[in-house]
């Protein structure tokens, strides 16, 4: 037998879960001289005879949970059969993000875009259709197509998105076309709501950063003007009809956020609490490549502070759902997904636009065609686990595909960022009671 390497222990005021991250199997154990026993067991020098003092029927408990195993059980080829299966059914939808626009009606002094007055062009945008009408007749597998819609603010393109939704839906008529948007909310009223998503642009990712006073000290128009009433009154225009909708309210938490977390989330509760249609997503703001003081460090018991406010209120953070095998990969290692930004230069990741590595093809508007570079695309989709990742104990969870724009680059520090994160989460969805 032996101990797999996928066994995590997490403590929380005096309770003790054991998780196995490949099977997601949790115990939770209360007796600490059991956990003593476990914390010396080692995947190299384990022996059956360590589990002498443990009862019986907890030792088959673990050996029923598979967080002890068959000598000549190779947990990484499982992993890598669960990792195709998973991969197999996120390939029936192709996934393109349009970046319409770099412009923005914000100014946020955090945003680590430039807002340049960039835009697609119509020919860039027939370009694009014609670019996933090919993708999608060469590779028939894809059952469906979403579009999600980025920027710069992309309701300043709010015609254009309307008319390629419209075309998109007329041509392929035998897939399900659907969207998403990421905006920051302020010209979605309800007329614009309402033509969106009758086109099937039903997600989105709205922020929204606190109460009225911290949001519009980070969040306001070009001209400084205030944003945040305009904003809450759009959605809740929008909470008022039966629409059929699924709205991510996120919030880049400051250290001002930070410290008036639970009044944000009580009125989040007051205001969106009934509707299930609302849900939460908060994230520190991060260092993106312009230094500037709202940077909030990411530390041992920031998610668990920003997750333990939400659930006092009854609400909790959509991340939860993301500390189960394959749920931290971010979608630029998806060979499904591609982004295509105004000038019709193809890309991965959306934080790095302007990054060579990140430049992976070409849309031409003069021949209708278009390039990949496969050496570059391959980078970020590889299949071939790092060393560091190997050896890590949450792999199945991340499995090195948190932020390939890190990884490319040899990053690791984002490592202690997605530890921190997956603890807290762990602790507030099974530890804390509330
Ligand atoms: S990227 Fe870091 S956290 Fe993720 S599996 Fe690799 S070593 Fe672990
Ligand atoms: S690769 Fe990293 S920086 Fe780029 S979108 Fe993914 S998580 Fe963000």
Redesign the pocket.
Known sequence: MKYSIFNVIIEYEGTYLLHNTLHDNIIRIYDINYVDILKKLSIENFSSNQLKDLDSDFVNCLIDNKFIIDDDFNEHSLLNYKFYINQRNLDTTLRVMIIPTRECNFRCPYCYENHENKNMTEDMFNCSLKFIEEFLNNNPNYINLCIDWFGGEPTLKINEICKFMNKLKTRFREINVFGSMTSNGYLLNLDNFKKLIDLGIVQYQITIDGLQTEHDSTRFLRDGSSTWKTIINNLLDLKKTELNFNILIRTNVTTNIMNNIDKWTKFLKANFGDDSRFNYHMEPVKN?GKHNEYIHPTEEGTFYEINNSLKKQGLRLNLEDSISPFGLI????NPSHFTIDYDGSIK?????LDDQENNIGKICSENLQYDFNFEKLSKWTNFDLDNNCRKCSILPICYGR?????TIKGDWSICNDIKYIYKDLMITKYLKKY
């Open positions: 993106l971010c979608y630029a290692s991965k990741c959306t934080v790095a948190k932020c390939p724009n890190c």
